[in-house]
């Protein structure tokens, strides 16, 4: 994924997070807004809770950026999302963490 199309820590993510809108699913919650940049913008968030080793936290940041890195542009009209995973994530297949995250995405496109 492209540097421009990530979302930082600061003063956006703290916005995005207590203020944005939120859909939901068994293995991921994504809170998103309009971006005011012609591009939208991510952030993974895989807490501790997933799994204590971060190894597993990793793989799934690796997964869900690798689903994103083709998908990004596409992605209208621009938004900031941000993607937190759920426990029930880490067990997942990549198919289905895919399903889902396509799902997710479909849903913010309503």
Same mark, same amino acid.
């Given at each position: ?21 939120? =859909? ?5 919650? =994504? ?11 991510? =952030? ?10 971060? =190894? ?19 992605i209208?009209?621009?938004?900031? !999302?941000?993607? !937190?995973?759920?426990a ?10 895919y ?12």
């Amino acid at each position: 994924m492209e540097r421009r199309h990530r979302l930082g820590r600061g003063k956006d993510l703290d916005l995005l997070l207590r203020r944005g809108s939120r =859909v939901s699913h068994a293995f991921f919650s =994504v809170a998103w807004r309009p971006s005011y940049l012609p591009i939208s913008r991510f =952030v993974f968030i895989v807490p501790r809770s997933v799994d204590k080793r971060a =190894v597993v936290r990793n793989r799934l940041r690796r997964r869900i950026r690798e689903y994103l890195r083709t998908r990004a542009a596409r992605i209208t009209p621009p938004r900031d !999302i941000a993607i !937190i995973c759920r426990a029930e994530a880490a067990l997942a297949a990549r198919a289905h963490l895919y399903a889902a995250l396509e799902e997710l995405l479909s849903r913010l496109a309503r």
